[in-house]
């Protein structure tokens, strides 16, 4: 299964919008107004950008409300996404812009930045949970890490947030693999083999 462009770019840009709060682990990650126009920038986002202090605010709170989708079973992800539907007062319409080609706006982009946020998260939640698919969103598997992510891979094997945790995980793996292999070589000391060297020319 994979998502059109658009519910694969709305879920991705969640999940990082979602991993901006401060937790255990990280402080803030939305500091000012700049940094949020800077994301909104990079994701390709389009229509108001906001410049006020409360603008920011109530993405801060949306985020939060949008967190819950990571701890919710089906039926409560329904409610969430009916709910910030009817909140936001989505009426999808079908636009063309790049570098989306065809897709689905469903708030007029002067609505406020948090309301755009919301009802675009839900719409792809729509598609989300018509395809059976809510499994792809996962916590982090990093202990006392809290970030969350969207795994779009073809075998589901994504574990770990964005953040340093997927390269905390690789690092230490690798260690895991070295100490492995330093244990085995001690136990079995490797021959060389004959056949790794070249073979003699044939003389004419
Ligand atoms: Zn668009
Ligand atoms: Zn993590």
Same mark, same amino acid.
């Given at each position: 299964?994979?998502?059109? =462009? ?9 999940? @990082?919008? @979602? ?8 402080? #803030?990650?939305?500091? *000012?107004?700049? #940094? &949020?126009?800077?994301?909104?920038? #990079? ?6 950008? $906001? ?22 079973? &089906? ?10 539907? =009817? ?11 790049? $570098?989306?080609?065809?897709? @689905?706006?469903?708030? $007029? *982009? ?5 309301? =755009? ?10 598609? @989300?949970?018509?395809?059976? #698919? ?18 779009? +891979? ?20 690798? =260690? ?7 244990? +085995? ?9 004959? +056949?790794?060297? $070249?073979?003699?020319?044939? *003389?004419?």
């Amino acid at each position: 299964m994979s998502f059109t =462009r658009d519910t694969a770019d709305a879920l991705q840009y969640a999940a @990082v919008l @979602v991993n901006t709060r401060p937790t255990a682990a990280h402080g #803030e990650g939305l500091t *000012s107004v700049a #940094e &949020l126009v800077e994301q909104l920038l #990079e994701w390709d986002w389009t229509g108001d950008l $906001p410049g006020t202090e409360d603008e920011l605010e109530t993405v801060r709170r949306v985020r939060s409300r949008l967190r819950e989708y990571w701890d919710a079973d &089906l039926d409560q992800a329904v409610l969430i996404t009916n709910d910030l539907l =009817r909140d936001g007062d989505a009426r999808p319409q079908l636009v063309n812009h790049e $570098p989306l080609g065809w897709h @689905v706006h469903a708030t $007029p *982009s002067n609505a406020p930045l948090a309301t =755009r946020l919301a009802v675009d998260t839900a719409m792809a939640m729509v598609d @989300v949970i018509r395809a059976d #698919e809510l499994d792809r969103l996962k916590v982090c598997a990093a202990q006392d890490c809290d970030d969350v992510l969207v795994d779009l +891979s073809r075998n589901r094997s994504r574990k770990f947030c964005d953040g340093t945790c997927g390269n905390n995980a690789n690092v230490a793996a690798y =260690r895991a693999r070295q100490a492995d292999a330093r244990q +085995s070589t001690e136990r079995q000391p490797r021959t060389r083999r004959p +056949s790794a060297r $070249p073979a003699a020319q044939p *003389s004419s």
